[in-house]
């Protein structure tokens, strides 16, 4: 049957057809048997179609009642897990794989015990301002929990001070820096193996059941109650439920781990199961006077990420969550263009000039070129970690992944190797060492790929991680390359567990890179956690056009590392420049005294990569500097002005990098001036602002100048430069998409 | 209440407000997905679970389009994941959701039989449908919802809709032609 005759029996069905175009079309199908046919059975479809239109399918009224009741036993049970985690933190003892009923009694013990840890805040939250307006099958309850809290002497009234949280937040975040090294060899007190039994995923329904003793436990009010130290755990106020719960959970299974006191709490993310997306919420870099602190120190980034997810966001027409931009990944999206002088593994470049968009600032763009080692011909052994679970299976996701892997095996030599792992129920190796010289064995074990199960995440790392080092190639590149929609919802093993084994790994010189694929379930923290673990990068992939760029590109420099722990220390001087901000990076700013400490881990820049990075600047004498100064009583007003425009070859500031090569041990560190010069902007200065103010934008940053989208387009435009593949150009859409939804 | 003020509210923290709003949703979500084809037991779960998505997710609604909007973008994800899922492969229940279309009572006992054969069978051929297909038939033709919601909900142009109900309904005819014709050998 062809489309066309059928799409004119739908318009002549409801009535779109002019009476002769009926009359005719009408006389067409009585002349052919065939065609009466079929527009026999078309109508005969659709008036079946309008008797189940005309039929109204009802809830019976208690519907709500339910929902809401699974929504708390879900928010219950994930607060029980945070609470457990919460004590065994302070008291440093890992439990993992005991019954959950066990963890339970302690926790409930020692919350008993402790009954002064409650958040009125996160009471109120989950209870309601006016717990009688609901009451019909909530309040009494909570009435009653209210009344249990009373009589304990709990002071409900005194509001939690949430201010100081942010300053609460970095007090113990640098205590558990400093505190780390010292800790990683902690004896443990208790520690039980995983057993697979228990990795199966807390159900909410369990719950009753594990509750041994609800009357005496004042158990069902705990979800109300949150831990004052839980709220600087989640860097949030009070306990936001649902999907918006605080980083740091443990995993799904009720084990519970110390949290990783090598990464930063707010990175960790969390393992609420079957969420929606996730990102882990942060702040922005914030602007510095050179006279407080003239010394800015960061670990450098080459993921991109964010940039392809926004760019998923603005496609479908939604803009994506403020949390999910970093500028720092949105400039090095794109390649610029940077002299090659390597005596180093990279050369260093800078460009100073003011902001296109911000009259009053300036910008200084940094720039970092690794040199093409391909060429050196390293041997790979890659093993591919392929999520094959049933939230894989979509021609976005499982489809995705079968075409980038394609990609990559035709990119690869015969000196290579490949190994493939999945995982989904457990975990399976379909290859182990394949030479690529049997590439069609390869081709062929990747095409017929299938999705099915739950995803058992753990289990396939370990067993990548073990072919890995099984078939390591002494002088050659050992990578395991995750691809997954990071859902990593059943497992034995909590977060801190893979963190710390894929920290082990990196050590024994094989390296992580996780590549996220498809919508939904997207757990994006966990997937740059897992990469910046194993120092390697984490990508997402939307189509198969970003498939070519990452597998035929980007992946091929990141592979290959250049130099590892790189990190960028710059001195601004106080003579010329007032104030600082670095844009983006927000999660990579390192202390002072990170920058000398080799123990300190940091970013890695692989083969012909380039990383960039802007700063905000504002020079002293300016009217802008005055303005920021004027909160000072005594600061002292800027010199004379003159001098610093006059003098075009001063210098602003001083660049110092440190990084390893990628095997050593000892760090190198590289020094660089930077002086002011006259040169005009290049197309590539430019075109990083753009990227920089568009990220902002998105990001709605509290530091945005007074620029529109309609500005960073037209600033965009004008700097396209060659851009032979065309992304410089795609930005252009995706900014008018922001500035169209804007409306 | 206002429903804005409600979702803000929720946001906020409040959250048994949520309840409000589900009372508001709940018919609108339960019919959309029951008229898919399903069990009245398996759609109540279906929206229960599409609520509870929804709550979860709450924070990055933000005002861009109606709320019925979104959820029943939610419920249709929820329900394309249910017609992919090993469970429904399973047990290919769908030819039970006919219990839920009454048969007028003005007919005879045997024309009812043989509509509730013929709704058997559209159900039957409905699940095997492609998700974008399945989604455009039901929610115009079997919901009455215009094709310009549609084509918002799917952002898709109104064109694309037109050609995706009309594509969804030859593949139901030619299917259902077929398991009649099975069915009388």
Same mark, same amino acid.
């Given at each position: 049957?062809?489309?066309?005759?059928?799409? @004119?029996?739908?318009?002549?069905?409801?009535?779109?057809?002019?009476?002769?175009?009926?009359?005719?079309?009408?006389?067409?199908?009585?002349?052919?048997?065939?065609?009466?046919?079929?527009?026999?059975?078309?109508?005969?479809?659709?008036?079946?179609?309008?008797?189940?239109?005309?039929?109204?399918?009802?809830?019976?009224?208690?519907?709500?009642?339910?929902?809401?009741?699974?929504?708390?036993?879900?928010?219950?049970?994930?607060?029980?897990?945070?609470? +457990?985690?919460?004590?065994?933190?302070?008291?440093?003892?890992?439990?993992?794989?005991?019954?959950?009923?066990?963890?339970?009694?302690?926790?409930?013990?020692?919350?008993?015990?402790?009954?002064?840890?409650?958040?009125?805040?996160?009471?109120?939250?989950?209870?309601?301002?006016?717990?009688?307006?609901? &009451?019909?099958?909530?309040?009494? $309850?909570?009435?009653?929990?209210?009344?249990?809290? @009373?009589?304990?002497?709990?002071?409900?009234?005194?509001?939690?001070?949430?201010?100081?949280?942010?300053?609460?937040?970095?007090?113990?975040?640098?205590?558990? $820096?400093? &505190?780390?090294?010292?800790?990683?060899?902690?004896? +443990?007190?208790?520690?039980?193996?995983?057993?697979?039994?228990?990795?199966?995923?807390?159900?909410?329904?369990?719950?009753?059941?594990?509750?041994?003793?609800? @009357?005496?436990?004042?158990?069902?009010?705990?979800?109300?109650?949150?831990?004052?130290?839980?709220?600087?755990?989640?860097?949030?106020?009070?306990?936001?439920?649902?999907?918006?719960?605080?980083?740091?959970?443990?995993?799904?299974?009720?084990?519970?781990?110390?949290?990783?006191? !090598?990464? !930063?709490?707010?990175?960790?993310?969390?393992?609420?199961?079957?969420?929606?997306? !996730?990102?882990?919420?942060?702040?922005?870099?914030?602007?510095?006077?050179?006279?407080?602190?003239?010394?800015?120190?960061?670990?450098?980034?080459?993921?991109?990420?964010?940039?392809?997810?926004?760019?998923?966001?603005?496609?479908?027409?939604?803009?994506?969550?403020?949390?999910?931009?970093?500028?720092?990944?949105?400039?090095?999206?794109?390649?610029?263009?940077?002299?090659?002088?390597?005596?180093?593994?990279?050369?260093?470049?800078?460009?100073?000039?003011?902001?296109?968009?911000?009259?009053?600032?300036?910008?200084?763009?940094?720039?970092?070129?690794? @040199?093409?080692?391909?060429?050196?011909?390293?041997?790979?052994?890659?093993?591919?970690?392929?999520?094959?679970?049933?939230?894989?299976?979509?021609?976005?996701?499982?489809?995705?992944?079968?075409?980038?892997?394609?990609?990559?095996?035709?990119?690869?030599?015969?000196?290579?190797?490949?190994?493939?792992?999945?995982?989904?129920? &457990?975990?399976?190796?379909?290859?182990?060492?394949?030479?690529?010289?049997?590439?069609?064995?390869?081709?062929?074990?990747?095409?017929?790929?299938?999705?099915?199960?739950?995803?058992?995440?753990?289990?396939?790392?370990?067993?990548?991680?073990?072919?890995?080092?099984?078939?390591?190639?002494?002088?050659?590149?050992?990578?395991?390359?995750?691809?997954?929609?990071?859902?990593?919802?059943?497992?034995?093993?909590?977060?801190?567990?893979?963190?710390?084994?894929?920290?082990?790994?990196?050590?024994?010189?094989?390296?992580?890179?996780?590549?996220?694929?498809?919508?939904?379930?997207?757990?994006?923290?966990?997937?740059? $956690?897992?990469?910046?673990?194993?120092?390697?990068?984490?990508?997402? +992939?939307?189509?198969?056009?970003?498939?070519?760029?990452?597998?035929?590109?980007?992946?091929?420099?990141?592979?290959?590392?250049?130099?590892?722990?790189?990190?960028?220390? +710059?001195?601004?001087?106080?003579?010329?420049?007032?104030?600082?901000?670095?844009?983006?990076?927000?999660?990579?700013?390192?202390?002072?005294?990170?920058?000398?400490?080799?123990?300190?881990?940091?970013?890695?820049?692989?083969?012909?990569?380039?990383?960039?990075?802007?700063?905000?600047?504002?020079?002293?004498?300016?009217?802008?500097?005055?303005?920021?100064?004027?909160?000072?009583?005594?600061?002292?007003?800027?010199?004379?002005?003159?001098?610093?425009?006059?003098?075009?070859?001063?210098?602003?500031?001083?660049?110092?990098?440190?990084?390893?090569?990628?095997?050593?041990?000892?760090?190198?560190?590289?020094?660089?001036?930077?002086?002011?010069?006259?040169?005009?902007?290049?197309?590539?200065?430019?075109?990083?602002?753009?990227?920089?103010?568009?990220?902002?934008?998105? !990001?709605?940053?509290?530091?945005?100048?007074?620029?529109?989208?309609?500005?960073?387009?037209?600033?965009?435009?004008?700097?396209?430069? $060659?851009?032979?593949?065309?992304?410089?150009?795609?930005?252009?859409?995706?900014?008018?998409?922001?500035?169209?939804?804007?409306? | 209440?206002?429903?804005?003020?409600?979702?803000?509210?929720?946001?906020?923290?409040?959250?048994?407000?949520?309840?409000?709003?589900?009372?508001?949703?709940?018919?609108?979500?339960?019919?959309?997905?029951?008229?898919?084809?399903?069990?009245?037991?398996?759609?109540?779960?279906?929206?229960?679970?599409?609520?509870?998505?929804?709550?979860?997710?709450?924070?990055?609604?933000?005002?861009?389009?109606?709320? =019925?909007?979104?959820?029943?973008?939610?419920?249709?994800?929820?329900?394309?994941?249910?017609?992919? =899922?090993?469970?429904?492969?399973?047990?290919?229940?769908?030819?039970?959701?006919?219990?839920?279309?009454?048969?007028?009572?003005?007919?005879?006992?045997?024309?009812?039989?043989?509509?509730?054969?013929?709704?058997?069978?559209?159900?039957?051929?409905?699940?095997?449908?492609?998700?974008?297909?399945?989604?455009?038939?039901?929610?115009?033709?079997?919901?009455?919802?215009?094709?310009?919601?549609?084509?918002?909900?799917?952002?898709?142009?109104?064109?694309?809709?037109?050609?995706?109900?009309?594509?969804?309904?030859?593949?139901?005819?030619?299917?259902?032609?077929?398991?009649?014709?099975?069915?009388?050998?």
């Amino acid at each position: 049957m062809n489309n066309q005759t059928t799409n @004119k029996f739908l318009d002549l069905i409801e009535g779109r057809l002019s009476a002769l175009e009926s009359k005719e079309l009408l006389a067409k199908i009585k002349a052919s048997p065939e065609l009466s046919k079929q527009f026999k059975s078309y109508q005969e479809l659709v008036n079946l179609e309008n008797k189940i239109n005309q039929k109204n399918f009802e809830l019976n009224t208690n519907f709500s009642v339910k929902v809401m009741e699974s929504i708390r036993s879900e928010y219950q049970q994930t607060f029980i897990r945070r609470l +457990i985690m919460q004590f065994t933190k302070s008291q440093k003892i890992i439990f993992s794989g005991v019954a959950t009923t066990a963890l339970l009694l302690v926790t409930l013990k020692i919350y008993q015990e402790n009954p002064e840890v409650v958040n009125k805040q996160a009471y109120q939250a989950t209870i309601g301002k006016d717990s009688r307006e609901n &009451s019909d099958f909530l309040s009494p $309850q909570n009435e009653s929990e209210r009344e249990d809290l @009373k009589l304990k002497n709990l002071d409900l009234d005194t509001p939690i001070v949430t201010a100081p949280i942010a300053s609460k937040v970095r007090e113990q975040e640098s205590s558990l $820096q400093a &505190s780390r090294s010292k800790n990683e060899n902690t004896p +443990i007190e208790l520690i039980q193996k995983p057993k697979k039994d228990f990795g199966q995923k807390l159900e909410a329904k369990q719950l009753p059941e594990t509750r041994i003793n609800d @009357k005496d436990s004042n158990f069902k009010g705990l979800e109300g109650v949150a831990l004052k130290k839980e709220v600087f755990a989640s860097g949030d106020t009070g306990v936001a439920p649902g999907g918006r719960m605080p980083v740091g959970s443990i995993a799904t299974n009720g084990i519970v781990a110390e949290i990783d006191q !090598r990464s !930063r709490l707010s990175d960790l993310p969390t393992s609420v199961p079957e969420s929606n997306e !996730r990102y882990a919420t942060y702040t922005e870099n914030p602007i510095i006077a050179v006279q407080q602190e003239a010394i800015s120190t960061f670990s450098i980034d080459v993921d991109t990420g964010s940039y392809t997810n926004t760019r998923r966001f603005l496609r479908m027409g939604q803009m994506p969550p403020t949390d999910s931009i970093r500028a720092e990944e949105f400039i090095n999206y794109f390649k610029y263009n940077y002299p090659a002088q390597y005596e180093k593994p990279f050369s260093l470049n800078y460009e100073f000039a003011p902001s296109p968009l911000e009259k009053e600032k300036f910008l200084l763009k940094l720039g970092i070129k690794a @040199k093409d080692a391909r060429i050196e011909e390293k041997p790979w052994h890659l093993v591919f970690l392929i999520d094959v679970s049933g939230s894989m299976q979509a021609d976005d996701k499982l489809g995705l992944v079968k075409q980038s892997l394609t990609l990559l095996t035709n990119k690869m030599r015969a000196t290579d190797k490949v190994s493939i792992v999945t995982y989904a129920g &457990s975990a399976g190796t379909l290859l182990a060492g394949t030479s690529i010289s049997d590439k069609d064995q390869i081709l062929k074990a990747i095409e017929g790929l299938t999705s099915g199960g739950s995803t058992y995440g753990s289990a396939g790392i370990q067993e990548a991680y073990q072919l890995a080092s099984k078939h390591f190639m002494p002088n050659g590149v050992n990578r395991v390359i995750l691809a997954t929609d990071g859902d990593f919802n059943v497992g034995t093993t909590s977060t801190e567990e893979l963190v710390n084994l894929i920290s082990e790994k990196r050590k024994s010189n094989i390296t992580l890179t996780t590549i996220g694929f498809g919508t939904g379930n997207y757990n994006e923290g966990m997937m740059e $956690q897992l990469a910046n673990k194993g120092n390697g990068n984490y990508f997402y +992939i939307d189509s198969f056009g970003e498939a070519r760029k990452v597998f035929e590109q980007d992946l091929f420099g990141t592979i290959e590392v250049v130099a590892k722990d790189v990190k960028l220390q +710059i001195e601004f001087n106080p003579e010329h420049v007032s104030h600082y901000r670095l844009i983006g990076y927000d999660n990579r700013l390192l202390k002072k005294e990170d920058f000398n400490n080799d123990q300190i881990d940091a970013g890695e820049i692989g083969s012909s990569h380039t990383v960039t990075a802007m700063y905000e600047v504002v020079l002293t004498g300016t009217a802008l500097a005055e303005k920021l100064n004027s909160e000072y009583r005594y600061q002292p007003k800027s010199k004379e002005a003159s001098i610093a425009k006059k003098d075009l070859s001063a210098e602003l500031a001083f660049l110092k990098v440190r990084f390893k090569a990628p095997t050593g041990d000892k760090s190198e560190l590289l020094t660089f001036p930077i002086v002011k010069s006259a040169k005009e902007p290049s197309t590539d200065f430019n075109f990083v602002a753009a990227t920089s103010y568009f990220a902002q934008l998105l !990001r709605q940053s509290q530091f945005l100048g007074d620029y529109t989208y309609p500005d960073v387009l037209a600033l965009a435009e004008k700097n396209l430069g $060659q851009d032979k593949e065309g992304y410089r150009r795609e930005m252009l859409e995706l900014i008018k998409n922001a500035d169209s939804l804007k409306k | 209440m206002d429903e804005e003020q409600l979702i803000k509210q929720v946001q906020n923290g409040e959250t048994e407000e949520y309840r409000h709003l589900v009372n508001l949703h709940q018919n609108l979500i339960y019919r959309i997905i029951a008229k898919q084809g399903l069990r009245h037991e398996v759609a109540e779960d279906l929206a229960q679970e599409t609520f509870i998505k929804a709550f979860r997710g709450i924070h990055s609604f933000r005002f861009e389009s109606k709320f =019925s909007t979104w959820l029943i973008r939610i419920a249709l994800n929820v329900t394309n994941g249910y017609f992919n =899922s090993k469970e429904f492969k399973n047990q290919r229940s769908a030819e039970k959701g006919l219990s839920l279309i009454e048969t007028t009572q003005l007919k005879s006992p045997e024309e009812q039989v043989i509509d509730q054969e013929k709704f058997g069978s559209l159900y039957n051929c409905l699940a095997k449908l492609k998700n974008k297909f399945r989604e455009a038939l039901v929610l115009v033709a079997l919901d009455g919802q215009s094709y310009e919601f549609v084509a918002e909900l799917s952002s898709v142009p109104i064109g694309t809709v037109r050609s995706r109900i009309n594509r969804a309904r030859l593949l139901l005819v030619e299917c259902m032609e077929n398991s009649t014709m099975q069915g009388d050998k």
